[in-house]
């Protein structure tokens, strides 16, 4: 069973930026797509970004793109989101995922992530 753990958040004004990290336990972290998705109070769950497993394909929301950045060191067990340009709209808590599957296609789709961090809350002030 593999441990998420993301952190970074915090609060920050219309504009500004923050940068999440999200650390994994386990030696297979690189054979695992990785994923951010965020829930905001009274939302369902919404996908952000995902990354494949060497790094060199990656999805993002529309709500996101061309804002946030997903990226992973797997030297060092990290998945990070840079996300820039922040809006109210992005308030939400921001979890890390691991894909279900081993050398699985990037998704958006909840169901192909079955371990999941506890989150990290992003407050985007007006």
């Known amino acids: 069973q593999v441990q998420l753990v993301e952190s970074g958040g915090g609060l920050v004004q219309t504009g500004g930026s923050l940068r999440l990290s999200c650390a994994a336990s386990?030696?297979?972290?690189?054979?695992?797509?990785m994923g951010w998705f965020r829930q905001a109070p009274g939302k369902e769950r919404e996908f952000v970004a995902s990354i494949s497993v060497n790094g060199v394909s990656t999805w993002y929301g529309d709500s996101v793109k061309g804002r946030f950045t997903i990226s992973r060191d797997n030297a060092k067990n990290t998945v990070i989101l840079e996300m820039n340009s922040l809006k109210p709209e992005d308030t939400a808590v921001y979890y890390c995922a691991r894909s279900r599957r081993s050398y699985s296609s990037i998704s958006d789709r909840q169901s192909e992530y079955s371990d999941w961090g506890q989150g990290t809350q992003v407050t985007v002030s007006s």
């Open positions: 386990g030696r297979t972290f690189s054979s695992y797509v």
